[in-house]
């Protein structure tokens, strides 16, 4: 049975712990009480051979060290379980705990009255999503553990995608990119997403989008018109047209066989800011219906 000082209460079944006595002094909650600091950058060991296992079961550590008689109850997020450390002890943490940006965000309480302290770390994983020809249900996730650009002498610019669960992906991207067709200027950047994009993207859509959709699923995936406001871009794709270039699926290579259909295409994007990532994304390409990636080496 787990022994807690006096000064701290948990509930078992909120999963929250509370520090009751604030006799002490509170201290300035600073990157010398946790290795890695908060200045350097977190990893997880990649031992999963599967995507979906790595999700689960691939974890990182931080050695949490307090002060001595000082304690920090860490919520990394409100639905998991707050971690309790009043002498050095290991936090683990996972995939799970980590943003679309790579950060995994904490916040650091040390009494009753603290209001907690937020902190961060970087990692150098990002995640895309997936629906997969044998289960077009629901979108799934994967884990980008490292994104490298390079020219090839034969096939020119290239980004190599190592993923979670041991997978490499390439993509090949052409010398001169090509705008895909663009919206008219003299409408508003309003931007509808539909259709395949479950699993946490928005899903809006009409019997009449539906109907389209459904059609545009036997041809080449493209953005139509939203008959109920002829102001918004109604769209199966995640990445805004405007600004953003098109190349053939062939051009996405994994290790499954050839695209489904020969006529499916990619669309991609570049930063605008440093703080952004390039985006990927392909529809009915090699065992996918839809793929959409974060792109943290590309760029123009």
């Known amino acids: 049975m787990l022994r807690l000082p006096r000064r701290i209460s948990c509930h078992l079944?909120?999963?929250?712990?509370?520090?009751?006595?604030?006799?002490?002094?509170?201290?300035?909650?600073?990157?010398?009480?946790?290795?890695?600091?908060?200045?350097e950058?977190?990893?997880?060991?990649?031992?999963?051979?599967?995507?979906?296992?790595?999700?689960?079961?691939?974890?990182?550590?931080?050695?949490?060290?307090?002060?001595?008689g000082s304690c920090f109850v860490i919520r990394k997020k409100l639905s998991k379980k707050d971690f309790m450390a009043c002498k050095e002890a290991i936090m683990p943490f996972s995939y799970h705990d980590i943003d679309e940006s790579g950060k995994l965000h904490a916040v650091v309480f040390q009494d009753q009255s603290d209001l907690?302290?937020?902190?961060?770390?970087?990692?150098?994983?990002?995640?895309?999503?997936?629906?997969?020809?044998f289960n077009d249900k629901q979108a799934l996730p994967l884990v980008i553990r490292s994104c490298q650009y390079e020219i090839d002498p034969v096939h020119g610019r290239q980004v190599t995608l190592t993923l979670a669960g041991n997978l490499t992906w390439r993509i090949l991207f052409?010398?001169?990119?090509?705008?895909?067709?663009?919206?008219?200027?003299?409408?508003?950047?309003?931007?509808?997403?539909?259709?395949?994009?479950?699993?946490?993207?928005?899903?809006?859509?009409?019997?009449?989008?539906?109907?389209?959709?459904?059609?545009a699923s036997t041809e080449e995936q493209t953005d139509i018109p939203n008959e109920s406001n002829p102001d918004f871009i109604t769209s199966p794709w995640q990445i805004y047209p405007r600004g953003a270039y098109q190349m053939s699926s062939s051009n996405f290579k994994s290790d499954d066989p050839p695209p489904i259909k020969a006529r499916s295409v990619c669309r991609y994007n570049y930063p605008q800011t440093e703080n952004q990532d390039a985006e990927f994304e392909c529809h009915n390409t090699h065992r996918y219906k839809w793929v959409y990636l974060h792109l943290t080496c590309l760029k123009k």
């Open 41 to 68: 950058i977190l990893t997880i060991a990649n031992t999963a051979k599967d995507p979906l296992q790595a999700l689960n079961q691939d974890q990182g550590s931080i050695v949490v060290s307090p002060p001595k």
């Open 174 to 215: 052409p010398a001169i990119d090509k705008l895909q067709p663009q919206p008219s200027r003299e409408k508003p950047n309003l931007y509808v997403q539909y259709g395949i994009h479950e699993g946490g993207f928005i899903k809006v859509e009409t019997e009449a989008q539906r109907i389209a959709r459904e059609k």
């Open 13 to 39: 079944i909120l999963n929250l712990c509370v520090i009751t006595n604030t006799s002490l002094a509170k201290i300035e909650v600073s990157g010398n009480f946790f290795t890695p600091s908060f200045n």
């Open 116 to 133: 907690g302290t937020s902190v961060s770390w970087q990692t150098p994983y990002r995640f895309g999503k997936y629906i997969d020809v």
